[in-house]
């Protein structure tokens, strides 16, 4: 490694096999069409899909660090179709638009393959869906619960079925399983690749990427960094789980970490006893989700837990040996008590971004040429393709479907000033670890269930 290179910080990124050495920064004043604050999904796509469309346009992107370092380059590989904002949109008075935004992300999981497939970004590509296991009865019913009411939406059992244990069994055998909702509408990826490659063909396209270049502020037409400024009639603040740190915009996402462990490669009989041959992304029905997948070369990649730091810091690196990981490993012995001598050869974690109102967001003002797209609550790997292609179409113009769904134009409240958000989220957190072991020992809290369930809008 170099002295200029970055150090990886998730088993995604060293898996690369290539050196995060940063492309040049910028170094002096700029004048484009469309400046992109953040290099990971939301930014790269938006630039992608932007230059598809008209070649002309002159964009450039700068980044703090590398491209695909933060949530982008860390996160659990699910490009899901799912995301937690639409949950409360179905039913709520914007229904039919939130249908159709569902429809679009069971497309987008699609749309994330064609590309990587024309842009030759190999990212391990794999549509087999997921699955979330329930392991008591109280999961059952909530599981079996929330299909029913899927159904009731005019989804059908080839989006959304329920499963018995034996078809749970079938696809990827954990321990303990009763049941488990399925879906089709999901693809495995190794998320750097994604990132790396997605930043590499947008290069190809005229894109220009400025890494280590933090923005120091934004404000309409200009990014100001520090050794120049980016002047543009349109400029997009793509920062996720990282926007806290422009100025004025602490409170308005929250930046809350999940943390995951990677094993090292099991055996072929190993992998014969656990299932997930065509490597299903799977997880458990609680509400601290646990989400696990095969990866490629043969390990369990898996994420749990969640945590909020003080005055919403961000930690790109935590201490591999530190207390933080304990609920990944707890959750992967609970998943394959056989797996308990496995090695696991990599810890880390990552910051995702999370609205007051959890309900994820696509902005832009044609007056100001200011725009922002973000919150998506952990469910990136899909939501940002979408986001990318909607943030394109407002800003070329185009009334299209996409501009229609219930995330464009939504604003958040703000989060509370401190200590008030960390005492808030905190709680939060610990009522949903309580309500989980109330299930998991057959005497469920409904109070705390029901206040937890009615935050996150589920």
Known sequence: MSDRSVRAPSFWLEDLGETLEPRPSLERDETLDVAIVGAGYTGLWTAWYLAAGDPDLRIAIVESQVAGFGASGRNGGWCSA???????WL??????RAIAMQHAMFDTVDEVGRVARAEGIDCDYAKSGYLNVATNEAECRRGQAAVAALHRQGFSEADYRWLGARECDER????????????????????????????????????AIYERTPALSLAPGVVVTEAGRLRARVVLCCTEGYTGGLPGLARNLLPL??????????SPARWDAIGAADRILFGDARRLL????????????IGAGGRYFWDSEVHDYLPPDGPWFQAAEQALWRFFPAL???????RWGGAFGVPRDWKPFVRFDPRSG?????????SGVG?????????????????????????????????????????????MLKIAAAADRGERSGRPTRLRSALFDAVVGH
């Open 82 to 88: 799912h995301h937690v904002g639409n949950d409360s």
């Open 91 to 96: 039913v709520g008075p914007q229904r039919e």
């Open 172 to 207: 990827v055998r954990i321990d303990g399983a009763r049941g488990g909702l399925f879906s089709p509408h999901c693809a495995a990826v190794q998320p750097a690749k994604l990132a790396r490659g997605l930043a590499r063909a947008v290069e190809r396209r005229g894109v």
């Open 257 to 266: 970490h999940t943390m995951m462990i990677a094993t090292a490669p099991l």
């Open 290 to 301: 646990t989400y696990a997948q095969r990866t490629a070369d043969g390990r369990i990649a």
């Open 340 to 346: 308990r001598d496995v090695e696991i050869t990599h």
């Open 370 to 378: 200011a725009g922002s797209a973000g919150g998506y609550v952990g």
């Open 383 to 427: 939501a940002s393709n979408l986001a990318g292609r909607t943030l394109a179409d407002l800003v070329c113009g185009r009334d299209t479907e996409r501009t229609g769904h219930p995330w464009v134009q939504h604003r958040s409240p703000r989060w509370e000033p401190e200590p008030l958000r960390w005492l808030g989220v905190n709680a």
